[in-house]
C-alpha cells in the first residue's frame, strides 16, 4: 500500500517518518509492525501491515482527519486505533491513526 499516493488528494505534505518542511498542517506515517497473515505449504503469501498515520495542525484539522479516514478505508486498510493531543511545546494538534491492511505476497516484490 502506498500511504504517500493514497493521501496525495488531502493536499497536504505526507511524509515517511519525519516532516521538516514549512508548512504548519502535515501528515507523516511508519509501520509499526509486519506479520505473516496467510502460510501455505510453509510459505507466506500474505502480509499483514499495521501503520501509523500522524496528522498535525496548529489549526483546525478535522476536516483533514475525515478525508485521511476515508482515503484509507476506500485503499481496503481498517482502523484500529485513533487518538489526539495537543503538544505544547510546539503549539500543533497532533491525530494518531492506525490502520491494518493485508497483501498478496507478490504485490510486495
Known sequence: MKIKHILAPTDVPVERLDYNGEETTYITF?????????????????TA??????????????????????????????????????????GYFHKVLRFSYSSHKEEEE
Open 49 to 90: 501491515h499495521s501503520v501509523q498515520i500522524d496528522i498535525f495542525s496548529q489549526g483546525n484539522y478535522e476536516a483533514l482527519v475525515k478525508q485521511t479516514r476515508n482515503l484509507m478505508e476506500a485503499a481496503g486498510a481498517r482502523r484500529t486505533f485513533e487518538a489526539e493531543e495537543f503538544e505544547k511545546e510546539t
Open 30 to 46: 511508519f509501520e509499526f509492525n509486519q506479520y505473516p497473515a496467510l502460510n501455505a505449504d510453509d510459505k507466506e503469501v500474505e
